[in-house]
C-alpha cells in the first residue's frame, strides 16, 4: 500500500463517520462544490454541493440516533490526483418511526486531489433488490 493509498483511505474513513454522527460539514468537506450524486431516491440525480447537502440531511433526519454504517469489500485505485472506490455499506439504525432499518447500499466514488486535499467529484448510490417482489434486498442475517 502507498502513501497515496493510506491518505485516500483515511479520507473515506473519515467520510464514513461524518455519516454515522449525522456531521453535516465534515461529510460536505468531503466533496467537491461541482459534486454530481446519484442516489437511489428522487430526483435520482442530485448536482452541486448544495442539493448533495440537503440530499444528505434528509437522510440523516429520516434517524433517531446515530446511523451504523459499515464498510465491506473496499476496493480503492490511486493514481497520482486521481482515485477511485467501491464498496457495499450497510446501512442500519433506528428511523423516527421507531423502526429498525437494515439494508445494503453499494457505493462508487471518484475523487481528485487539488492542494493536498481529495475531494469526491463523483458518487454514485444504488441499492440491491429483489427482482422478483421489486423490493429491497434484506440481508438473511447480520
Known amino acids: 500500500m502507498t ?6 483511505l483515511a479520507f473515506l474513513a473519515g467520510r464514513v463517520d461524518a455519516c454515522q454522527v449525522k456531521d453535516i460539514d465534515r461529510l460536505m468537506a468531503h466533496y467537491s462544490p461541482d459534486i454530481v450524486y446519484y442516489d437511489v431516491v428522487p430526483p435520482l440525480q442530485f448536482a452541486g454541493s448544495g442539493e448533495v447537502r440537503r440530499n444528505f440531511v434528509r437522510w440523516f433526519d429520516e434517524y433517531d440516533g446515530p446511523i451504523g454504517l459499515e464498510t465491506h469489500e473496499l476496493t480503492v485505485a490511486t493514481s497520482g490526483d486521481l482515485a477511485f472506490a467501491h464498496m457495499l455499506h450497510l446501512d442500519t439504525g433506528t428511523l423516527k418511526s421507531g423502526s429498525d432499518r437494515t439494508m445494503w ?13 481529495w475531494l469526491i467529484t463523483h458518487e454514485h448510490i444504488s441499492m ?3 427482482p422478483q417482489t421489486l423490493q429491497p434486498w434484506v440481508p438473511p442475517a447480520v
Open 105 to 117: 447500499v453499494r457505493s462508487t466514488v471518484c475523487c481528485s486531489r487539488s492542494s493536498g486535499s
Open 3 to 8: 502513501t497515496n493509498d493510506s491518505e485516500f
Open 128 to 130: 440491491p433488490f429483489d
